[in-house]
């Protein structure tokens, strides 16, 4: 599912991204990567904030839907 789906306060693991390699090589430089654990913070009209080793990222929707956990 995508991680916009996901449940505030829920730990998921990302299993896959998709998009270009622009979208890979960006969300890599933030730590997302597959196997990677990420957790929901909180969510608005705009985007996700969640926790990547140690880190709060906010990412808005379109990159967030890319990511599948």
Known sequence: MPLTMGTIGERYIVKRINGRSEIHRFLEGLGLVPGT???VVSRNDSGLIVNVKESRIALGIDVA????V
């Open 37 to 39: 654990e990420v957790g």
């Open 65 to 68: 839907n890319r990511i599948l």
